[in-house]
């Protein structure tokens, strides 16, 4: 078995690893090697003890393990994230074999899905972009005769378990044709087909690729008759020549289907434009009755205002003018009493 780790401490003869399955080990040193590498290995390069200072260090290593993903969590780093299935990608000749890919589309691990399947491809795999792998496994096949004139048909299939902000793996059909190109396999038919986390472990529970998994689906709708098994141990090339006819007319109708959904999207996105511009314009409607109001009403607080000042301006003049009369009429009192007095 190929573990996968990366780096912690450097010692003298032995390296210390944290696993892709959450584990701590102690490897042989074998070449120079830096603290956080991500290296590969297998068990012969474990070094098996069981002493106390292996265990001090063990305790230690997993308060650094801990403090780094704490760390890196607190930072936003997905520190165990190279770790993780991404994608599963699946070949079938009649090999089957299934690939498990990180986001960074590199092999992680490699489950053969029957015998020939381990024909065709090593642990030497683990650790290589799946393009290249894929490629080497076909060519594999190849050289054991799996794939000759009579039988000449590949099928790849690619679900995408984990989808993030980061571009996860999605196997393009750009890949296959890159496949194509390659002179050795030109006389190879390749056939693509994607799939979906459910369907995977629907495959998974009976022991079939997802890609034969989907054929069989496509060939189930026209013939409710085929079993699972009748698939699974049959080679690619015969199960497509026997149902050449099914299997274009299902891809047809989920071709048309696709542009159906399609369309439908563009039509519900040009209705939800639509709607956006209606709402835009609600919006801006209101916002202008909104400032209209808002003029009337500053409009009306400044009509209410003058009419104010204009009250006491008047209420003012009026004041002044009984002030006026009052002052005269005493003046005009006083004059009287000053005139009698003096008679």
């Given at each position: 078995m190929v573990y996968r780790g990366l780096v912690l401490?450097?010692?003298?003869?032995?390296?210390l690893v944290f696993t892709n399955t959450c584990e701590y080990m102690k490897l042989k040193k074998k070449a120079n090697i830096e603290v956080g590498k991500e290296i590969f290995f297998?068990?012969?390069?474990?070094?098996?003890?069981?002493?106390?200072?292996?265990?001090?260090?063990?305790?230690?290593?997993?308060?650094?393990?801990?403090?780094?993903?704490?760390t890196a969590g607190l930072l936003g780093i997905d520190f165990l994230g190279k770790f993780q299935t991404y994608a599963v990608v699946t070949?079938?000749?009649?090999?089957?074999?299934?690939?498990?890919?990180?986001?960074?589309?590199?092999?992680?691990?490699?489950?053969?899905?029957?015998?020939?399947?381990?024909?065709?491809?090593?642990?030497?795999?683990?650790g290589m972009e799946i393009g290249k792998v894929i490629y080497l496994s076909i060519n594999n096949a190849r050289e054991k005769r799996y794939l000759n004139e009579k039988n000449n048909v590949v099928l790849i299939s690619n679900v995408v378990i984990r989808k993030d902000k980061n571009d996860t793996v999605k196997l393009k059909k750009e890949f296959i044709n890159r496949i194509k190109?390659?002179?050795?396999?030109?006389?190879?038919?390749?056939?693509?087909?994607?799939?979906?986390?459910?369907?995977?472990?629907?495959?998974?529970k009976n022991n079939i690729s997802v890609g034969k998994y989907e054929i069989?689906?496509?060939?189930?709708?026209?013939?409710?008759?085929?079993?699972?098994?009748q698939i699974k141990n049959k080679k690619i090339s015969d199960i497509i020549k026997e149902?050449?006819?099914?299997?274009?007319?299902?891809?047809?109708?989920?071709?048309?289907?696709?542009?159906?959904?399609?369309?439908?999207i563009e039509n519900d996105n040009l209705d939800r434009k639509k709607q956006e511009k209606k709402e835009y314009k609600k919006?801006?409607?209101?916002?202008?009755?909104?400032?209209?109001?808002?003029?009337?009403?500053?409009?009306?607080?400044?009509?209410?205002?003058?009419?104010?000042?204009?009250?006491?301006?008047?209420?003012?003049?009026k004041s002044e003018f009984k002030n006026e009369v009052k002052k005269r009429l005493k003046n005009d009192k006083r004059k009287l009493s000053k005139d009698k007095k003096s008679r």
């Open positions: 401490k450097v010692e003298e003869n032995n390296i297998t068990q012969k390069d474990i070094i098996r003890e069981k002493n106390k200072s292996y265990i001090n260090l063990i305790s230690i290593a997993a308060a650094i393990i801990f403090l780094m993903v704490a070949l079938d000749i009649n090999p089957s074999v299934e690939y498990e890919v990180d986001r960074n589309e590199i092999v992680k691990d490699i489950r053969p899905l029957n015998e020939e399947g381990k024909e065709i491809t090593d642990d030497d795999m683990i190109q390659q002179e050795e396999l030109k006389d190879i038919d390749i056939i693509y087909v994607e799939s979906n986390r459910k369907d995977l472990k629907i495959a998974r069989y689906k496509m060939i189930f709708q026209d013939n409710s008759n085929i079993t699972i098994k149902n050449k006819e099914i299997i274009q007319k299902v891809k047809k109708l989920k071709k048309d289907k696709e542009k159906i959904n399609q369309k439908d919006q801006e409607k209101n916002i202008i009755e909104k400032h209209n109001e808002k003029d009337d009403k500053e409009k009306a607080r400044e009509k209410d205002k003058k009419i104010k000042q204009k009250k006491e301006i008047k209420k003012e003049k």
